[in-house]
């Protein structure tokens, strides 16, 4: 049986690619990484009268020369390269009421010379607006087939479907370039030609022609382009420096070309109508207004921010006691002993770790993907790049770090909205520094237990150090991102240069779809490293079970004759503290101890901190084993808050103080202490440079700064 032809779906951002995808496919899509990256490849196989095809969504692009690696996936995907098979045909996707500006995309991939169909999307939005398209026309003059469809509607579908199985039966020899280059330009192209064939096997001159030209447009000294030859990288350096030498630019010669044809074609396509004011006109006129368009931003952050924390809570819930029925349905079919506790604690607990996300993750998705369909997302860039690119943030960063409220997880993966692996990169660095809300049980406990109950200009002292932290990490990521933006992670800022397109209804299809690929995908990449982290952890806090301390334990438990089901229960709790102190993990703490003492910690925090590294909540429960309290104390428990408040060191001064407290708050506040956190960003950096470094940078900061803190607040006599 023979393998379906590969047939590329291209086209720039807001076009309604994906729409199209789905209504060719009319299935579930496969997931799948593009050979060596991690940018995510979605295929499906989609009938046409000429038999079965496999359809690939190749990432959106405003054009296929960029400096950037994520938008060299776009031709690596449609010339078949870096281990991509190479499509016998590429849909071109176009919007039909934004004709003029996809044009130049679609001029480009047809220069590739590889066989291309045109399929002009939302025409029906393009007649409501009083445009009339001569298809023929266009067809004629660009050389290759063009189709008018609406994705959404259904229109022209089939006839699409009809016309991918009619050039793969008969592939047209590639159309000429509708334009011809300058003397100067096309003696680059020839002698570029040999080294650009050296890109891919079996390359057409047309497109080894135009793969001369996107290297022209693409290379220069600051790219993030990847698989480049070396020989072409030297070339082209070389060629561009004698064009700047020579008063040319090159730049211009290539771009203003294609736009001065397509400009001289569309009075021959188009013909518009007097249509009323478009609603994406009167909606743009207040929410891209300086004042109102921005406070009307921050309202519906609001309501997101407020709806990651309100509306998953209910399913967050439900997750946590299905979980809790899955360990204790284990511990009642399973005896009891060490493999019972590794099912409940390190199997059930670390599945737990991983699902307890998910809510969050789909619900912020679920907002991302209306705001992407709807069009807002670009208006939210628009106006948030002038405030985030002095700190070295692209506008787009804005809302992955309000999500990094709720929690950085899902944060992380809404990085994918930006183009640029830099402005990703660095965005994720610094989202972990803003206050999430794993970090409030902790707060919330060490702030009740040691903070006075002093009122501060009518404010209550404890409101104002948990108004304080959230302000102090939200200051420190941006800070941070200033640092890293001009050390770790330097580049060009580069302008914020995107279509904004007419607002339109969102596809419920789509989006659930989106929503559900890349919640699945958290769970399949990121879950399998939170639970090996987990299971590791478990290991640690449950070995050795005996030692002294629980030896002399069980023997003064065995004196007392004849204990009630509360006193057994309690002595319990002692033995499983007891076993918590001397396990690998306390003496992890005893060893973290003099890394501690210079912010007033001591060991005890050091075992808690291994445990918060699982989840930032955990850090509270972790505490309650080592008082020998339970696993199932919280941030409200007494007995706990005034264990923490009644500790003595051996000269009898309290172990922990509200200066101690408030060290440890801010080194939790800065400390990477989250594995979710560090397996979100390995799955998408697809290493672990990053994470490390991530790890590595906060935790020094961490560190640093708890230990200023509390040093100077010992000199000023508060120690």
């Known amino acids: 049986m023979s393998t379906p032809p590969w047939v590329a779906l291209a086209g720039c951002p807001n076009t309604g690619k994906t729409t199209l995808f789905n209504a060719l496919t009319g299935r579930r899509a496969r997931v799948g990484n593009y050979p060596g990256i991690t940018v995510e490849r979605v295929f499906a196989e989609a009938l046409t009268p000429g038999g079965p095809v496999t359809v690939v969504d190749v990432p959106g692009a405003y054009s296929l020369a960029a400096r950037s690696a994520d938008e060299q996936v776009a031709v690596s995907a449609l010339l078949g390269l870096a281990g991509n098979p190479r499509p016998a045909l590429t849909v071109v996707v176009l919007d039909a009421t934004r004709l003029e500006r996809n044009l130049y995309f679609a001029l480009q991939v047809i220069e590739l010379g590889s066989p291309v169909i045109l399929a002009v999307n939302m025409m029906d939005a393009a007649r409501s607006e009083g445009v009339q398209l001569d298809l023929d026309a266009m067809s004629a003059a660009l050389g290759v087939p063009v189709v008018g469809v609406s994705a959404r509607q259904g229109e022209g579908i089939d006839a699409l479907r009809a016309e991918v199985a009619r050039v793969l039966a008969e592939p047209a020899a590639p159309p000429p370039w509708t334009w011809t280059p300058g003397p100067a330009l096309e003696a680059d192209l020839a002698a570029l030609a040999p080294a650009a064939a050296a890109m891919g096997e079996g390359l057409s001159p047309g497109a080894t022609r135009a793969l001369a030209l996107w290297a022209l447009l693409s290379i220069d000294s600051s790219d993030e382009l990847t698989d480049v030859p070396a020989g072409l990288r030297l ?14 630019d090159v730049d211009a010669e290539g771009v203003t070309a294609r736009y001065t044809w397509i400009d001289a074609q569309m009075g021959a396509w188009i013909r518009r109508s007097p249509v009323p004011r478009s609603w994406t006109d009167r909606l743009d006129a207040v929410l891209l207004h300086p004042v109102a368009g921005f406070v009307l931003f921050l309202g519906i ?84 790049d002038r405030i985030m690119n002095r700190v070295g943030l692209h506008g787009r960063a804005f809302v992955p770090m309000m999500s990094a409220y709720a929690c950085a997880v899902p944060a992380v993966m809404a990085t994918r909205t930006m183009e640029r692996r830099r402005d990703r990169y660095l965005t994720m660095m610094v989202l972990p520094l803003t206050t999430c809300s794993a970090r409030l049980p902790v707060y919330t406990l060490l702030i009740a237990a040691l903070v006075p109950a002093t009122v501060i200009f009518g404010v209550s002292a404890k409101s104002l150090v948990m108004v304080g932290l959230y302000l102090f990490g939200t200051i420190t990521a941006l800070l941070a991102a200033a640092v890293i933006g001009r050390t770790v992670l330097k580049g060009e800022r580069v302008p914020l240069l995107m279509e904004l397109p007419p607002y339109r209804r969102p596809s419920a299809r789509s989006v659930g779809r989106r929503v559900a690929r ?167 950096t697809g290493g672990y440079k990053w994470p490390v470094f991530m790890f590595t940078y906060m935790t020094t900061l961490a560190w ?16």
């Open 301 to 384: 952050m609001v309501v997101v921010f407020q709806a990651l924390f309100a509306w998953s809570e209910p399913l967050i819930g439900l997750v946590e006691k299905a979980i809790g029925l899955a360990g204790s349905g284990v511990q009642a079919v399973v005896p009891a002993g060490i493999f019972a506790d590794f099912l409940t604690d390190a199997v059930v607990g670390g599945v737990g770790n991983v699902l307890v996300f998910v809510p969050q993750i789909a619900l912020l998705f679920v907002f991302i993907s209306l705001m992407e369909d709807t069009g807002y997302m670009s208006r939210i860039a628009f106006l948030m």
């Open 235 to 248: 070339q082209v350096l070389a060629r561009l420096k004698a064009a700047r030498e020579a008063g040319r």
């Open 704 to 719: 640093v700064c708890a230990v200023g803190v509390y040093q100077a607040g010992r000199l000023l006599g508060y120690g």
């Open 518 to 684: 890349r919640s699945w995908l958290f769970i399949r990449d990121a879950g399998a490293f939170i639970f090996v982290c987990t299971a590791i952890l478990w290991a640690l806090l449950y070995f050795p079970r005996s030692n002294a301390e629980v030896e002399a334990l069980e023997r003064a438990h065995a004196a007392v004759q004849a204990p009630t089901a509360e006193q057994k229960a309690a002595f319990a709790l002692e033995i499983e503290g007891a076993q918590k102190r001397g396990s690998i993990a306390g003496r992890i703490g005893h060893v973290m101890e003099p890394a501690l003492e210079p912010f007033g910690q001591d060991w005890q925090v050091g075992v808690g901190l291994l445990g918060a590294f699982a989840a930032r909540e955990v850090f509270v429960s972790t505490m309650g084993l080592i008082f020998g309290m339970g696993r199932d104390v919280d941030a409200e428990s007494a007995p706990l808050r005034a264990r923490l408040q009644s500790e003595k060191r051996p000269d009898g001064k309290p172990r922990y103080t509200p200066l101690s407290a408030l060290a440890l708050m801010i080194f939790l506040a800065l400390a990477c202490q989250c594995m979710s956190t560090l397996a979100a960003v390995k799955r998408e």
